[in-house]
């Protein structure tokens, strides 16, 4: 990383991140060009492992990707921030971010509702139930996290 003054190293800081984030961008192997899909996201952090979870139409491009290779890359960003300056290089953008590599998978019916509890809990403390016909029509997906690096400029 070459602004090692925004680099963050700490797992539990960025954690913190991921928690901030509602949107997740992952990125597949497509045949002359990445493949970038923006989604909804949820995330654990335990034993020293970065989990992320996704949620999606059992069907499609994102999951035809994944059934040809399942190693995949991710971003997420937040705290974004305007700072003005006198003249256009003086202008910066406070932010944070976490960029990272890892397997997907897709999880089985005995995990979805665990997974999509967690996905859940990202964005409401609420408590929430799911429909057993609506989770059996979804795809779950596990996403974990092999390398991660982060950045604040806050």
């Known amino acids: 990383m070459r602004r090692k003054d925004r680099e963050i190293t700490q797992p539990e800081l960025i954690y913190e991140i991921i928690k901030k984030c ?11 060009f990445p493949y970038i899909v923006p989604v909804n996201f949820g995330a654990t952090f335990e034993n020293g492992v970065f989990t992320l979870y996704f ?10 990707l994944l059934q040809q290779n399942n ?3 991710f971003e ?19 932010y944070q ?31 929430v139930s799911f429909q057993p016909e609506r989770v059996k029509a979804t795809a779950v997906l596990k996403l974990t996290v092999e390398q991660i690096t982060a950045k604040s400029n806050i």
């Not at 999606?56 to 035809?64: E, H, I, V, Y």
């Not at 937040?78 to 006198?86: A, N, P, V, W």
């Not at 999880?107 to 859940?120: D, N």
């Open 97 to 127: 971010s976490v960029c990272g590599t890892g397997h997907l998978q897709k999880l089985t019916e005995e995990q979805k509702v665990q997974a999509l509890s967690i996905i859940m809990k990202q964005y409401t403390d609420k408590e």
């Open 71 to 73: 190693a995949v890359a």
């Open 76 to 94: 997420m960003d937040c705290k974004h921030t305007l700072i003005e300056g006198q003249k256009g290089c003086d202008y910066t953008m406070k």
């Open 22 to 32: 509602d949107v997740c961008r992952i990125a597949f192997f497509d045949k002359d």
């Open 55 to 64: 949620h999606g139409a059992d069907a499609g491009k994102k999951m035809a």
